[in-house]
């Protein structure tokens, strides 16, 4: 199974590193879990970070809590791997669903904390003015709202995709949908339509 993980691999160079990366298929990963392969988690690593980060992202912005988060969606999912059983095409939509939970619930807590008088947003070193403006408008929404939102237009899923992560039926989630949408248009409806053309409200 270990020559397996080495075959696997693709030894990428530039000046000075050199890295493996691991292209196995998510049925082989499931393979090295259930045989608690050495290699099974930095090639768990190497199939969904990058799809991982850029979820996450779609969800949170620039909150500086991004990278803690990208990392308990990764632990949290590899580690469930042992415990539940996986179908390997469900995999991809099963990780990205860990995350969705991962980000949901540190949207809600980081709510009742505002309500305390915590700080809105700690943000990365450098964000622009327009990230900045959309993300705080985000954080105005109830979580389930804002992750349908980000999910359908910011992440860019399909309706049943996002409902599915999003944990709801499609008629909710256009319900969610809706909601944002009604919002944006309430504070700014000028301004969301001319910076953010890309997100449409189709559905």
């Known amino acids: 199974m270990q020559d397996s993980v080495q075959q696997r691999g693709r030894v990428q160079s530039a000046p000075h590193l050199r890295?493996?990366?691991?292209?196995g298929s998510a049925?082989?990963?499931?393979?090295?879990?259930?045989?608690?392969?050495?290699?099974?988690?930095?090639?768990?690593?190497?199939?969904?970070?990058?799809?991982?980060?850029?979820?996450?992202?779609?969800?949170v912005g620039p909150d500086a809590a991004y990278a803690r988060l990208v990392e308990k969606s990764l632990l949290s999912a590899?580690?469930?791997?042992?415990?539940?059983?996986?179908?390997?095409?469900?995999?991809?939509?099963?990780?990205?669903?860990?995350?969705?939970?991962?980000?949901?619930?540190?949207?809600?807590?980081?709510r009742w904390s505002l309500r305390f008088g915590a700080r809105r947003l700690r943000l990365e070193p450098t964000v622009s003015d327009e990230a900045l403006l959309f993300y705080e408008r985000l954080g105005n929404l109830d979580p389930d709202v804002r992750i349908a939102f980000c999910l359908r237009y910011v992440a860019?899923?399909?309706?049943?995709?996002?409902?599915?992560?999003?944990?709801c039926s499609v008629a909710q989630l256009r319900e969610r949908l809706l909601?944002?949408?009604?919002?944006?248009?309430?504070?700014?409806?000028?301004?969301?339509?001319?910076?953010?053309?890309?997100?449409?409200?189709?559905?």
Request: hydrophobic share 45%; charged share 25%.
């Open 27 to 59: 049925a082989e990963l499931l393979e090295l879990v259930a045989v608690r392969d050495d290699g099974a988690a930095a090639c768990f690593h190497d199939r969904y970070s990058s799809s991982i980060h850029a979820l996450v992202r779609a969800l």
């Open 179 to 203: 909601v944002a949408e009604t919002y944006f248009r309430s504070v700014s409806a000028h301004d969301f339509d001319s910076d953010q053309p890309e997100l449409g409200w189709e559905s």
């Open 78 to 110: 590899y580690a469930g791997l042992f415990t539940c059983r996986v179908s390997p095409n469900r995999l991809s939509a099963w990780v990205d669903g860990h995350a969705v939970r991962v980000v949901h619930a540190y949207l809600r807590s980081k």
């Open 156 to 167: 860019r899923r399909a309706l049943s995709d996002s409902a599915l992560l999003a944990g």
């Open 19 to 23: 890295l493996l990366t691991w292209e």
